[in-house]
């Protein structure tokens, strides 16, 4: 049982070039965030969609763009990174936002040179 | 101010000591909350959501003060593998989910 898988696991960028991060979740959710954590700092909530075919912003937005691609995926794209992106990003997913319960992928750790 | 806030810690106790974690939120308008477990360099996990009515899970009783805006999570009988960060985590309602920075506990032999 897999539950949510992120790719890549670690990844290091320089300065100005773009990424794509992974996410795939097999438990059927319809809801799927994308967070960073930084140290200090509680998770903070980038983009998240509510269900297939739509997605909004959280509270740090700005420099990254998501796709709902199905119900399973949820990428999270990163256009010209910077090193105020350096960060451990997470994604997950719930059965509905009326529930307490986020499920985690194991993260993943960027590091912006 | 932050809308959630937790003393980061660490709390370094002995195995089967008691010890307890506040959090207090900002906004009254909260509906839900909960904590979570983070192992280190690991994912968060849901410990416990918290009840008005306060609930307990074996060694774990978790609490809600309304009029205080605040919860607390009370671990009996701490045992070794209990060493991890706690996050609360506040929820308004929607897709409105704040995470405190955590508080991170270690038990030691």
């Known amino acids: 049982n897999a539950g949510v898988t992120q790719t890549p696991k670690f990844q290091v960028l320089k300065t100005g070039q773009s990424m794509t991060l992974q996410c795939a979740q097999d438990?059927?959710?319809?809801?799927m965030y994308w967070y960073r954590q930084d140290p200090g700092m509680g998770l903070r909530l980038i983009y998240y969609s509510a269900s297939e075919g739509t997605t909004d912003k959280g509270e740090v937005p700005n420099g990254y763009n998501v796709s709902r691609l199905n119900k399973r995926e949820f990428s999270l794209r990163l256009e010209s990174a910077a090193p105020s992106q350096t960060s451990v990003y997470f994604c997950?997913?719930?059965?509905?936002?009326?529930?307490?319960?986020?499920?985690f992928g194991e993260g993943s750790r960027l590091t912006v040179l | 101010r932050k809308e959630v806030e937790q003393d980061p810690g660490p709390f370094n106790v002995p195995e089967g000591a008691t010890v307890a974690f506040n959090c207090t939120y900002s906004n009254s308008a909260s509906q839900s909350f909960f904590w979570y477990r983070q192992d280190c360099r690991k994912e968060p996990k849901l410990l416990m959501s918290?009840?008005?009515s306060g609930n307990e899970d074996g060694r774990f009783t978790a609490q809600l003060n309304r009029a205080s805006q605040y919860i607390s999570l009370l671990i009996r009988d701490s045992k070794l593998s209990d060493s991890a960060t706690y996050l609360c985590?506040?929820?308004?309602?929607?897709?409105?989910?704040?995470f405190g920075a955590g508080t991170r506990l270690f038990v030691k032999a």
């Open positions: 997950a997913s719930s059965d509905s936002p009326n529930t307490g319960e986020l499920f």
């Open positions: 438990m059927n959710h319809n809801s």
């Open positions: 985590v506040v929820k308004s309602g929607g897709f409105k989910t704040i």
């Open positions: 918290v009840y008005s």
